[in-house]
């Protein structure tokens, strides 16, 4: 989101003029919304599940989508930025090979969970085809989501492959797995030639459209068991509220789905500067939902805590700059104006907990149609 002087001065006064309220939030649908070219089918969703465990989608068959979407950390990962083609070990305990001459992947790896409502807003028609992905924004929808991780050198391309011809070659080797072409088969019946990379996309996100958690305790609240909260978790709410945070945080997904300029301080992992979109520093506003499984936080994952983000927030209202590429010119006067104290970091901390919600499926498959490990090395 970037502004004029004079639109910055319109957005500060409206900022400052409104308080949101209960309102402004909301619980997410009992079910999610499929694209009308792409409908849910238990075939589909089947076919989708092995090929996000199968490392046969990445130029050196070492890589799954599961790799860095792990479902014991809500399908992300706990680690600052994920160790993607070239790595083996999991969780902590990841590295790269020797030798190696691959880098971190470039961003925090978000969570798979919940993003069958990304773009969700109150009062708006929600479109399943042009919901945004990434931390930039870069892709609209799952199917479009689902190819670009296949794509990119250091998450599962490598250096075997061009980025125009690997998508070619995974369906290449998918096609000559005899289970797999029945799988495809009997997910696309009506297609002559049902393995493709369309087909793969729509596969994968089908698959992800499953993995959703919308029963938090919050959205009991929200439906009407004025019990779900309790009286410090209603405090914590109304102090969430106060402070600001809706004001980018907010709908049904917690997330305005917008760009802004915050300053986050950059990742050691990589040697650049990561200057998000279009170079301007700006980074999509994260779900606040089930936070509690998938630090660490920012899309450079240099916070470990909540608490550490919350103090972020304040030190950004404070006129504090941590990163040395942002000037306090860009930082989104959304952000500048919030007004957290220490005082209130215990209580909003103990409302988002009222957003964790683990009953989602975590079941990993015994085994994938190619042989190789599943979920990579």
Not at 81 to 91: E, K, Y
Not at 168 to 193: M, T
Not at 202 to 214: C, F, I, K, M, P
Request: overall charge negative; aromatic content about 8%.
């Amino acid at each position: 989101m970037f502004f004029s002087c004079g639109e910055r001065n319109a957005v500060s006064e409206k900022a400052e003029e409104r308080v949101e309220t209960i309102a402004d939030l909301g619980a997410l649908p009992l079910t999610a919304t499929d694209p009308a070219d792409n409908p849910s089918t238990p075939e589909k969703v089947a076919l989708g599940r092995l090929l996000f465990f199968d490392p046969v989608l990445s130029g050196n068959k070492d890589v799954a989508c599961a790799t860095c979407h792990q479902p014991e950390f809500n399908y992300a990962e706990f680690l600052e930025t994920s160790i993607g083609v070239n790595g083996v070990g999991r969780g902590q305990n990841r590295r790269f090979t020797d030798p190696n001459d691959i880098p971190f992947v470039k961003r925090n790896s978000q969570s798979v969970v919940n993003t069958a409502f990304n773009g969700l807003r109150n009062n708006e028609v929600y479109d399943p085809a042009s919901a945004p992905m990434f931390w930039d924004n870069r892709a609209r929808g799952l199917e479009e989501q689902a190819l670009e991780p296949i794509k990119t050198l250091e998450e599962m391309r490598g250096n075997g492959f061009h980025e125009t011809g690997i998508l070619d070659e995974v369906v290449a080797r998918l096609s000559r797995l005899p289970e797999y072409r029945r799988l495809f088969s009997v997910a696309f019946p009506k297609d002559q030639s049902p393995v493709s990379r369309v087909n793969l996309a729509r596969s994968l996100a089908a698959y992800e459209r499953t993995l959703v958690a919308n029963n938090t305790r919050f959205d009991q609240y929200m439906r009407g068991d004025s019990n779900a909260l309790s009286t410090g978790e209603k405090e914590g709410m109304n102090a969430f509220l106060a402070t600001g945070c809706a004001k980018c945080h907010s709908g049904p997904m917690f997330s305005d789905f917008k760009l802004h300029v915050l300053g986050v301080p950059d990742t050691e992992n990589r040697q650049e500067s990561d200057s998000g979109a279009d170079k301007k520093y700006a980074f999509r506003t994260p779900s606040l939902r089930n936070l509690r499984f998938t630090g660490p936080y920012m899309h450079s994952g240099k916070f470990v805590t909540l608490d550490q983000v919350l103090m972020f927030y304040e030190d950004i209202a404070g006129g504090k700059l941590l990163n040395p590429n942002v000037k306090e010119g860009q930082i989104d006067p959304l952000a500048t104006q919030m007004d957290v104290n220490f005082k209130d970091i215990s209580r909003i901390v103990e409302f988002l907990n009222t957003l964790n919600d683990d009953s989602f499926d975590k079941s990993i498959p015994k085994s994938v149609p190619s042989g190789l490990p599943v979920m990579g090395k």
